[in-house]
């Protein structure tokens, strides 16, 4: 599966009947070695991608659909739009903190480990928060003392959430990428040990493929 397929908004619509029939459609497939009588390989693909854009694969329980990648598009919209449109302090802040807000949420749905540390998790919250209203508070200061910097406008949201985003996910996944790291299971999802490569790997990703997405509508 391709990362397109895991912000697929379509997937949001699935129910829960829905997700039980991929389970069990996966399950005969696992059993038997076979796909189901009447089953053609691209519904059988669908099946997967529906389970794992939408089941934690530690837990095995349905992810919260605000918090799945697939919601990241949807979400991200409005909260962009109010972040370019904010001109006072109050929206400012208030458009840094809804952004940050959800970023926790997502970030807390995408974990890869069956617990969290709530602790960690408010803490990098308090952080983001923190980092991105005093970027996005700076860089207006600094746009109305020097005008020739106002060509940055668009960029100051940009690199307010891409840097608080970025504070936030190393905190929130702090475990993975600078304690026990990541589970690293077979093919047939047996645990094989723990990796902290794979984790840091995962987190550096994560950051990357987020600034990319953001970066566009910010600009824009």
């Known amino acids: ?131 991105s209203c005093s970027i996005a508070l700076t860089g207006r200061k600094l746009m109305a003392a020097v005008p020739a910097l106002s060509v940055m406008g668009p960029f100051v949201p940009y690199l307010a959430v891409i840097s608080a985003g970025t504070a936030n996910v190393s905190f929130t996944r702090m475990e993975e990428w600078n304690g026990k790291g990541v589970a690293i299971v077979d093919e047939e999802g047996n645990e094989l040990g723990m990796s902290k490569a794979a984790g840091q790997m995962g987190v550096l990703q994560t950051v990357l493929s987020r600034s990319c997405f953001l970066s566009p509508s910010h600009q824009w």
């Open 1 to 131: 599966m391709g990362m397109y397929d895991y912000i697929d908004p379509r997937t949001l619509l699935l129910t829960s009947d829905d997700l039980k029939k991929s389970k069990d459609m996966l399950e005969q497939f696992k059993s038997s070695g076979k796909k189901p009588e009447g089953v053609t390989d691209a519904e059988m693909w669908a099946h997967r991608k529906n389970i794992e854009v939408s089941i934690h694969p530690v837990t095995g329980d349905e992810l919260l659909k605000v918090g799945r990648m697939s919601a990241f598009v949807p979400m991200n919209v409005p909260l962009c739009a109010f972040m370019l449109m904010a001109n006072t302090t109050p929206k400012v802040l208030a458009a840094q903190w809804l952004n940050q807000t959800y970023n926790m949420v997502n970030n807390y749905v995408n974990r890869s480990g069956a617990t969290v540390e709530w602790s960690a998790l408010l803490q990098s919250y308090a952080l983001a928060v923190t980092a």
